[in-house]
């Protein structure tokens, strides 16, 4: 982690953002604003009015890094420029922090996945909803980055956006099936990464080509080690058992027909899931391709485990302790923009040092306690 000495240096990075404004019209500035909108998130505030409040609340508070001595601005205020505010360039400045207070790690695992702001419609975009898309790093256990899609069926395109924001050199990149595009597979493998990506029927081709060579290997029974990998986990009367093999494609016996379309692809994965509970018993499979030629089967089990965090550590997260399906910004880029301000906030709630309860009570207790908000603003570099 790099240094962060105080909450200064989140004004200093508002204020080097473009400003939607006319000159004429900035009563307050923006930095001034922003930095009001991310204190307040963190303290429990999930709207321009609440976070009007807040303001009103901890002026004193607020006057020790930005000027209010014009007072604080209105709702309507914060709601209008929150929807002007250009979301490229919050995103990038988000990215940006991240790449300097959570540098990644050789071989780190990076999971890209997307959620939708269920009752953020942008009447705009023909009453779409907003879908963010973010990128979760497993070994900081923070939120690298994030841009937003018009709907779901769009992150084939966000994702190449927001992998040039990345610092993915390395690392591997885990992604569903959604993202099993060659132009994503590309855009890594030139990014210095390598990719762990989902198979299903939407690379037909690519899913039956897998599927066979599997049929093949498991009919001969013969696994090298490290090909081949099996857990169990028991809990709450649940016993869950997971399979996982791993096909080198260079090995072979039949040439692999889909290997040139995508770049360095040098390995195919099956796992298999098994859950008991009672008397009933559950099943499924998954197909993955990855360019990490040095992937175990134990290692490659590991990270489809550990790609889910993002639902269950920032999406659920979102969700229970920030209320984000219940917002209704619709302004605009305001949803998009609101969607940035709480995953900054939360990562440096998850990244305060000392606190042993959940994300909901952390956020209370800053705002009950000026030194606790403190020390959430100041979590990152510590």
Known sequence: MGPMPDPQVFVEMFANLPDPRVHRTRVHSL?????????????????????????????????RFVDVSVGIPSHDTIGRVLAKLDPDALEAMFARWMAAVAKATDQEVVAIDGKTLRRAIDKARGGT???????????????????????HSNEITAIPRLLSLLHVKNCLVTIDAIGCQTGIVDAIVEAGGDYLISVKDNQRKLNDAIVDAFDAALARGKWPKGTHVESEE?????????????????????????ASRWKNLAKIIYVQRECTFGDKTSSGMRLFITSRGTLTAAQALAAVRSHWQVENKVHWTLDVAFREDESR???????????????VALNLLRSVKGSKVG??????EAGWSEDFLMKVLASHGN
Do not use: Y
């Open 359 to 364: 994300i909901k009570n952390r956020r209370l």
């Open 329 to 343: 910004l619709r302004a605009e880029n305001a949803a998009e923009n609101l969607a940035v301000i709480r995953h």
């Open 234 to 258: 028991s809990s709450h009367g649940r016993t869950e058992v997971r399979r996982c093999w791993v096909l080198d494609v260079a090995k072979l016996d039949t040439p692999f027909a889909e």
């Open 129 to 151: 909803f907003v879908h963010m898309v973010s990128a979760w790093s497993t070994a900081n256990g923070v939120v690298l980055g994030q841009v937003a899609a018009d709907e």
């Open 31 to 63: 930095e001034s604003i922003l930095f009001l909108c991310l204190c307040a998130v963190v303290c429990g505030a999930n709207d321009p009015v609440s976070i009007e409040r807040f303001g009103k609340a901890r002026k004193e508070f607020l006057a």
